[in-house]
């Protein structure tokens, strides 16, 4: 990340798909920077999930698709960070599953 143009109070905003190419570990790690150093801040995103994907029983991030994307459940990731899940709605665009997430970090 380029702390040089992070600054608190930076709202951060992913849509249609960026976070699914980052590993588990790298995508705590920025949360976490985030959370720690750019607090108050928020994250809101709008990323493809597996149809087969369970948020409610799975925390581990796994590929799925053609382009062995990474499906993460972004919530629990968000909250291990120490943000709280302000907004969170799946819906679908053509065959692909959705999930949109707003997290706030005061």
Known sequence: MDSENATPGTIFLTVGGVFEYFPQKSLETLFTYIANQLK???IAMIEPLADDYDLMSEVASRTYGNENSLGHNYPTLLRRAGFVICYQQEHRLNDTR????????M
Do not use: E, Q, R, T
Request: net charge positive; aromatic share 10%.
């Open 40 to 42: 108050p801040a928020a």
């Open 98 to 105: 959705f999930l949109s997430v707003v997290g706030k970090h």
